[in-house]
């Protein structure tokens, strides 16, 4: 029973079998599926660069198919020589327990059953009604309820759903020509779609560039549940207009200006708040933010340096930064690096930590404090869990030795904009590492402080 829920963490891959062993952390499968080509690799540290310490993307490409190679890219590698280990799967921790194994087992005899007697399971139903019901309990006007419930059945008449019931030939666009005119792309990604969405907020842009949810239902009530309640009204808002404005397009020809999509959006925001009366102090929060560039000074005798990770809108690579100041605030130096493949947050936002160490030994500056903003990586940092990416704080941690001082401190997203501006911008750099000593890279606005 241990056995299904062990998986390895990937150190130098000297020990573990692709073929035979549990190494990629996924969901429902830990091993690849099959090899695309005869005699495939048999461990797995035959499919890494031992001189970068990378991924062999040739390799794994060739014989693992589109989506165990994605899963494959996505593990993060140790710097070092280190040696696979064991961890728990079903705990972020890594750590076994063995109320954590009653819940695997539990949980696998029942959708076998579910599975075998064809049926949803019980959870399943609770969830979905659950759902459904907090759709329909929407603070919204009723057009846009409407709308959100039809993207939830993912029955708004995109491309590729009139296409999957024959009422057209293809899937493609009306309006960009590109291939498939699936829902993400018809609200999120078609050139219409981002001219409008380029007008919006950043953080709100940047959530949708992060998010992976392919149900729509999913899609929207994570807009609803998980972010600030206005933030997700402008959102849906958003993507109502967004459809509204491709019909007018599409069946009429009348093209309407991004600009005047988004009073559209905004005019029912206000109407909503008249309606609704939806706090109007968070309104205008939302409609001219200030950004406040804060910056908390570190202990006496301390250098700072803020960490932070983004991944890039398609998805398919992440950024790091970090950026050192003194006592008083004076810019030391400043590193970025892209990292192909790697767009899980947490694990980026470990490798961000780890990329301030290097950048602090860069500048031979020994008493140092990381700030980041994620709250998990600096708990990992703190208890070395066996999580998915404990190579890298076997890293953190072993780089932290050679230095007199390092402390690791969460700080909010407000605090961190500077190296979440230098992150985000990093995304169209290629791939590797990019370092400012002494002055700021020119783009960075300098008087962060005040
Ligand atoms: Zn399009």
Same mark, same amino acid.
């Given at each position: 029973?241990?056995?299904?829920?062990?998986?390895?963490?990937?150190?130098?891959?000297?020990?573990?079998?692709?073929?035979?062993?549990?190494?990629?952390?996924?969901?429902?499968?830990?091993?690849?599926?099959?090899s695309k080509q005869p005699n495939p690799p048999t461990r797995v540290c035959e499919l890494i660069d031992h001189t970068s310490m990378t991924?062999?993307?040739?390799?794994?490409?060739?014989?693992?198919?589109?989506?165990?190679? =994605?899963?494959?890219?996505?593990?993060?590698?140790?710097?070092?020589?280190?040696?696979?280990?064991?961890?728990?799967?079903?705990?972020?921790?890594?750590?076994?327990?063995?109320?954590?194994?009653?819940?695997?087992?539990?949980?696998?005899?029942?959708?076998?059953?579910?599975?075998?007697?064809?049926?949803?399971?019980?959870?399943?139903?609770?969830?979905?009604?659950?759902?459904?019901?907090?759709?329909?309990?929407?603070?919204?006007?009723?057009?846009?309820?409407?709308?959100?419930?039809?993207?939830?059945?993912?029955?708004?008449?995109?491309?590729?759903?009139?296409?999957?019931?024959?009422?057209?030939?293809?899937?493609?666009?009306?309006?960009?020509?590109?291939?498939?005119?699936?829902?993400?792309?018809?609200?999120?990604?078609?050139?219409?779609?981002?001219?409008?969405? !380029?007008?919006?907020?950043?953080?709100?842009?940047?959530?949708?560039?992060?998010?992976?949810?392919?149900?729509?239902?999913?899609?929207?009530?994570?807009?609803?549940?998980?972010? %600030?309640?206005?933030?997700?009204? =402008?959102?849906? !808002?958003?993507?109502?207009?967004?459809?509204?404005?491709?019909?007018?397009?599409?069946?009429?020809?009348?093209?309407?200006? %991004?600009?005047?999509?988004?009073?559209?959006?905004?005019?029912?925001?206000?109407?909503?708040?008249?309606?609704?009366?939806?706090?109007?102090?968070?309104?205008?929060?939302?409609?001219?933010?200030?950004?406040?560039?804060?910056?908390?000074?570190?202990?006496?005798?301390?250098?700072?340096?803020?960490?932070?990770?983004?991944?890039?809108?398609?998805?398919?690579?992440?950024?790091?930064?970090?950026?050192?100041?003194?006592?008083?605030?004076?810019?030391?130096?400043?590193?970025?690096?892209?990292?192909?493949?790697?767009?899980? %947050?947490?694990?980026?936002?470990?490798?961000?930590?780890?990329?301030?160490?290097?950048?602090?030994?860069?500048?031979?500056?020994?008493?140092?404090?990381? !700030?980041?903003?994620?709250?998990?990586?600096?708990?990992?940092?703190? =208890?070395?869990?066996?999580?998915?990416?404990?190579?890298?704080?076997?890293?953190?941690?072993?780089?932290?030795?050679?230095?007199?001082?390092?402390?690791? !401190?969460?700080?909010?997203?407000?605090?961190?904009?500077?190296?979440?501006?230098?992150?985000?911008?990093?995304?169209?750099?290629?791939?590797?590492?990019?370092?400012?000593?002494?002055? %700021?890279?020119?783009?960075?606005?300098?008087?962060?402080?005040?």
């Open positions: 029973m241990l056995k299904q829920g062990l998986i390895k963490r990937i150190g130098d891959g000297e020990s573990t079998q692709i073929w035979g062993c549990n190494w990629i952390p996924r969901t429902g499968m830990y091993k690849p599926l099959s991924w062999n993307t040739d390799i794994v490409r060739h014989y693992f198919s589109p989506m165990d190679s =994605k899963a494959i890219l996505q593990i993060p590698l140790s710097l070092r020589k280190q040696e696979d280990c064991w961890a728990w799967h079903h705990e972020r921790n890594g750590l076994f327990s063995v109320c954590s194994a009653y819940r695997m087992l539990i949980q696998a005899k029942k959708s076998r059953e579910d599975y075998f007697e064809s049926r949803a399971s019980c959870s399943d139903i609770e969830t979905r009604q659950k759902e459904w019901k907090h759709l329909w309990g929407m603070q919204l006007p009723s057009k846009i309820k409407v709308f959100c419930w039809r993207l939830a059945l993912n029955s708004i008449p995109t491309g590729k759903v009139l296409k999957s019931r024959n009422l057209a030939t293809t899937a493609e666009c009306k309006i960009c020509g590109a291939g498939e005119d699936s829902w993400e792309h018809a609200l999120l990604h078609c050139t219409m779609s981002r001219c409008v969405w !380029a007008l919006v907020d950043e953080e709100i842009t940047e959530l949708l560039a992060t998010l992976r949810i392919s149900d729509p239902k999913h899609c929207a009530l994570f807009m609803y549940c998980n972010i %600030p309640q206005v933030e997700g009204i =402008k959102i849906l !808002a958003t993507c109502w207009a967004i459809w509204h404005a491709r019909r007018k397009a599409i069946h009429e020809g009348v093209f309407q200006s %991004p600009l005047s999509i988004m009073a559209k959006v905004n005019q029912l925001i206000q109407e909503l708040e008249t309606i609704n009366g939806i706090k109007p102090e968070g309104m205008k929060k939302f409609q001219t933010k200030q950004k406040s560039q804060r910056w908390l000074a570190p202990e006496q005798g301390l250098c700072k340096i803020n960490t932070d990770a983004v991944v890039d809108r398609v998805g398919s690579k992440g950024a790091i930064a970090a950026v050192c100041r003194g006592n008083q605030g004076e810019f030391i130096a400043a590193s970025t690096m892209v990292i192909p493949n790697i767009i899980e %947050p947490e694990t980026l936002e470990a490798m961000a930590c780890l990329e301030a160490l290097a950048l602090a030994q860069d500048c031979a500056i020994r008493r140092i404090k990381v !700030a980041s903003d994620c709250l998990g990586v600096v708990k990992n940092i703190k =208890k070395m869990t066996r999580c998915a990416y404990m190579m890298i704080l076997q890293d953190i941690h072993r780089r932290s030795k050679t230095f007199d001082c390092v402390r690791f !401190a969460h700080e909010g997203r407000d605090f961190n904009r500077e190296a979440h501006y230098l992150a985000k911008h990093a995304c169209q750099f290629g791939a590797g590492r990019h370092v400012w000593l002494g002055s %700021p890279p020119v783009f960075m606005d300098v008087n962060v402080l005040h």
